[in-house]
């Protein structure tokens, strides 16, 4: 709202420009949530065995710790997403960290399996509304084109990095404090977040989406995602042949289609099908999702090598993935942030992509004895760098030109094929190493018991045949952001609501003051 002196002047400062003015210490309130979501999606990872002992959990069962979160946190973003554009994004932002800490407690004071396990899914749910609103929440509060770049990158690496400091920070607490750490180390981070979010974090109620909530929409999408998630799962654990998988991919296909049609034919979609059709977001959604399947296999093969093969400490192993972390930090803040308002997107991501694959072919050659020095570190380094150029413009891409009623289901969607592409990550290339690390042993047994040496060598052939296809997939999402991703021209910071798409019924824009 401009203001103008007694002679008519305008004034080009007023108080109403002061809470646009706290944006970068938003930000980073913002980021910080943002880093406890990711990461926890493998900080208990490190922590599993120790806490499997404490409280008594089966072989059977412990998966459930790292599946529950996935599951409820995977199947339900779209709902958190819609969730934020319906209540308020400052509003949503707020309740999923305080959910979040709370769930941290109960998991932290676990008395026994059923209540880690409660715990997880908790956290589950309040992330799938904790992420989608702080990608929304800094789509419409960073809209100039540097400041919008330089707020992305910095997005871009704690989104491409979260995970391995995951790994690093579950090493250190379950080492020198202990694995219900892993969980109390949410709380004051939530609370630090929540009280930030409060005094610097401002949210215009002017694109807002005052649509009913899709209650079938919501049903579909919900239990469409859980099936798929959760057969990816069961495949991994039972195989891919085996009913259960098949009956899950079956209903998720079926439930998911369901959801598409639903969509077309009702007046206020879950997911307005022009978020997901535009062909640019549509790219960035589908190459993101799939190198998130190479990263997050990499991830569990990585972990494995250090410890059980190298016998690394889990603080070694965690400190191991720092190369990564700087890599990713580098690539999003110094290369992507710093090219983006010059340089077409795909050409970002595409040759993000490309240097992440080199990354990952350096790392077939994994052997029992090779070097961490010489081969593990510099392939970290290129995956990281990487991928973290590749993160930066396509987290700003992820909500480029939506409606503002649609930030928070746009931000949704590339959390989802995050969420979506780690499971398929985890359960396909798991699944891989392990038939093929079978067959070396079947094909070398001299004896009828193997030595330590050979199944560590044939662990290690499992995991570089895996690693192959994580390379044919990372090609393959650079290609996708070649060919789909067609701005052909830098992003200059348009937000929600200025591109004309569907003009006619676009929500008054965001203004952010």
Known sequence: MSSTTSTGAPLTKTKTHDPHAKRWTALIFIALAQLMVVLD?????????????????????????????????????????????????????????????????LGGAAANEAMLLSARAAQGVFGA???????????????????????????????????????????????????????????????????????????SPEGRNRD?????????????????????????????????????????????TAFLFVEKIVKAPLLPLRVLTERNRGGVYLSLGLAIIAMFGLFLFLTYYLQVVKGFS???????????????????????????????????????????AVGMLLLTQLEVDSSYAALVMPAQLL???????????????????????????????VNTSQQVGGAIGIALLNTIAASSTTDYLKSHLKSPRPSQLLINQAAVHGYATAIWWAVGILVLSAGIAFTLINTGKPQHGVVAGSTGENVEDAAPPVVVH
Do not use: C
């Not at 120790?50 to 998966?63: C, E, H, M, P």
């Not at 909530?213 to 990816?232: N, Q, R, S």
């Not at 990713?328 to 290369?335: E, R």
């Open 129 to 203: 509304l904790l992420a989608p609103a702080a990608l929304s929440l800094l789509a419409v509060t960073f809209t100039e084109p540097k400041e919008r770049a330089k707020a992305f990158g910095i997005f871009g690496a704690i989104a491409g990095g979260g995970a391995a400091i995951g790994l690093i920070l579950g090493g250190l607490l379950t080492e020198y404090l202990d694995w219900r750490w892993t969980f109390f180390v949410n709380i004051p981070i939530s609370i630090v977040a929540a009280a930030g979010a409060v005094v610097f974090i401002h949210d």
């Open 314 to 356: 889990p603080v070694k192993s965690g400190l191991a993935f720092l190369p990564m972390v700087a890599g990713m930090i580098t690539g999003s803040t110094q290369i992507g942030a710093r090219l983006m308002n010059h340089v077409p997107p795909r050409l970002l991501m595409g040759p993000g992509f490309l240097v992440a």
């Open 212 to 256: 009913r909530l899709d209650i079938p929409g919501v049903v579909l999408a919900t239990t469409g995602l859980v099936a798929l998630v959760y057969g990816f799962t069961k495949a991994e654990s039972d195989g891919w042949g085996a009913n259960v998988t098949i009956g899950l991919f079956i209903a998720s296909v079926v439930l998911l």
């Open 41 to 105: 999606a493998t900080i208990v990872n490190i922590a599993l065995p120790s806490a499997q002992k404490a409280l008594d959990i089966s072989d059977g069962n412990r998966q459930w710790v790292v599946t529950a979160y996935a599951l409820a946190f995977g199947g339900l973003l779209l709902f958190g997403g819609r969730i934020a554009d319906l209540w308020g994004r400052k509003r949503t932002f707020i309740t999923g960290l305080l959910g979040f800490a709370g769930a941290s407690a």
């Open 383 to 413: 995956l990281g760098l990487g991928m973290g150029t590749s993160f930066m413009p396509a987290m700003s891409l992820a909500t480029h030109g939506v409606q503002p009623r649609d930030a928070g289901v746009a931000s949704a969607m």
